[in-house]
Nanobody
């Protein structure tokens, strides 16, 4: 199986910064897309940012210019640097990885981290 372990997050004042990381381990042949999602209380989970294996990134409009997603393919790790945080960024943040586990059976499966709380106070 594949495990995604997140770290980072916490409590920060508005305007501050936080950094998240998510490391994948287990039976991995290659990880294609990786990304971060978030879910605020009473709301559906939404995409925050994604990044391809080649490093092409996409962001939801609300975080453009403030958040930066990056990845280290050698470490199977994805990062999210969050600057100029706002109270509306408060949510549980989840990492996602699209993993191909076998060179013989090239099926891509979705894996999720356990979630990490980000709280931005006003």
């Amino acid at each position: 199986q594949v495990q995604l372990v997140e770290s980072g997050g916490g409590l920060v004042q508005a305007g501050g910064s936080l950094s998240l990381s998510c490391a994948a381990s287990g039976r991995i042949f290659v990880i294609n897309g990786m990304g971060w999602y978030r879910q605020a209380p009473g709301k559906q989970r939404e995409l925050v940012a994604t990044i391809t294996r080649g490093g092409s990134a996409n962001y939801v409009d609300s975080v453009k210019g403030r958040f930066t997603i990056s990845r280290d393919n050698a470490k199977n790790t994805v990062y999210l640097q969050m600057n100029s945080l706002k109270p509306e960024d408060t949510a549980v943040y989840y990492c996602n990885a699209k993993v191909v586990r076998s060179v013989l059976i090239r099926i891509e499966d979705d894996y999720w981290g356990q979630g990490t709380q980000v709280t931005v106070s006003s």
